[in-house]
């Protein structure tokens, strides 16, 4: 089994097909701009993570911008807001179990690339 915490390639067009390839925060459109990247709700560990739900589409969102920059940036550098809305998941918390406030409002992601509304 592999230990790499990476969205395979598969999985990452999972994510911007469900996005309708759009930063899942703020609505902008990916084809507009260059600087996009796929965050982790649930960052691995150093080394990686072999439980399969942190390589799977649930714990992944399409973001404008990187880890500085955009909305990856708010989240980075808001830990604790980014937390409260889902986008950042403890070591604990299982992805498709956790609802996360998107642009489309608040849902819980699935590793098909579907999302129901939450309650």
Do not use: Q
Request: glycine share 14%; aromatic share 6%.
């Amino acid at each position: 089994m592999s230990t790499t915490s990476r969205f395979s390639e598969e999985t990452r067009a999972v994510i911007l097909a469900r996005a309708g390839y759009c930063c899942e925060l703020c609505g902008r459109s990916s084809r507009i701009w260059s600087g996009w990247s796929v965050h982790h709700r649930r960052p691995a560990r150093m080394g990686g993570d072999r439980r399969p739900e942190t390589r799977g589409a649930a714990n992944g969102v399409l973001l404008c911008g990187s880890g500085v920059d955009g909305c990856h940036g708010w989240i980075e550098s808001h830990p604790a807001e980014a937390r409260g809305k889902g986008l950042i998941l403890r070591r604990d918390e299982i992805p498709a179990e956790v609802v996360v406030e998107l642009k489309r409002g608040a849902v819980l992601l699935d590793d098909r690339g579907g999302f129901e509304l939450a309650a």
